[in-house]
């Protein structure tokens, strides 16, 4: 099923990534690129089977070329979890800025994750593949990592709405993260089985709706 999104398709995205690439770029540029190229990558195939080789076709570059900015591989994948855990953060944090509600907040920064998702399809198979990764890598404990931060806004958010009377005191905040957490990676697995990621866009509100009701205090 062809996906029907207003978002830049990843092989377009891919293009323009390999299009820019093939200049001179100034080492910091080149990396993001990289980074860039990899998750463009990830949309159109599994992660596990993206090699350095694979990346340097993309781009138009020797392995060596790239192994100039990056050690090793590891180092690669690391770096892409810190690009996606530095932009996905700030993502919600800008979402959720100067709202008062912390339910209206909250449900701010579940859209914008899924935006972002949209945006970047490659990226939720990245996050599973270092997940389900048996060993434990750089890029696995970033993944770990991101997840925890993750879940320590959304306890604030919750801890701020019990304090206000907009969320109820019986609310168990840990749980109500974890739920958080797996409902976005239960929309994106569905997305990513039918095939249609742009079906997040009209399937989150009504997700969302539905976990608001639990949390709202009757009082």
Same mark, same amino acid.
């Given at each position: 099923?062809?996906? @029907?999104?207003?978002?830049? &398709? *990843? #092989? +377009? %995205?891919?293009?323009? /990534? =390999? !299009?820019? @690439?093939?200049?001179?770029? &100034? *080492? #910091? +540029? %080149?990396?993001?690129? /990289? =980074? !860039? ?13 993206? /090699? ?168």
């Amino acid at each position: 099923m062809k996906a @029907s999104t207003t978002a830049v &398709p *990843a #092989e +377009e %995205r891919l293009a323009a /990534t =390999i !299009e820019v @690439s093939s200049g001179r770029l &100034p *080492a #910091e +540029e %080149r990396r993001t690129v /990289t =980074i !860039e190229a990899v998750i463009a990558l990830a949309a159109l195939k599994n992660p596990n089977d993206i /090699t350095t080789a694979d990346i340097a076709k993309q781009m138009n570059l020797t392995q060596g070329s790239l192994f100039r900015h990056f050690a090793t591989k590891d180092a690669i994948w690391q770096s892409v979890m810190e690009w996606v855990a530095d932009r996905l953060l700030a993502r919600i944090d800008s979402a959720a800025r100067g709202i008062p509600s912390p339910l209206q907040a909250l449900r701010a920064m579940f859209l914008a994750h899924v935006e972002f998702v949209v945006e970047h399809p490659g990226v939720p198979r990245m996050m599973f593949g270092q997940l389900q990764n048996a060993g434990s890598t750089p890029a696995k404990r970033m993944a770990q990592n991101l997840i925890q931060r993750y879940a320590e806004r959304i306890s604030a958010r919750l801890e701020e709405g019990k304090a206000s009377g907009e969320i109820t005191h019986e609310v168990d905040t840990n749980a109500s993260a974890i739920l958080f957490v797996g409902m976005l990676q239960g929309l994106v697995m569905q997305s990513l089985l039918s095939g249609d990621i742009a079906r997040l866009r009209k399937d989150a509100p009504g997700v969302f709706a539905v976990f608001e009701r639990a949390l709202r205090s009757r009082t």
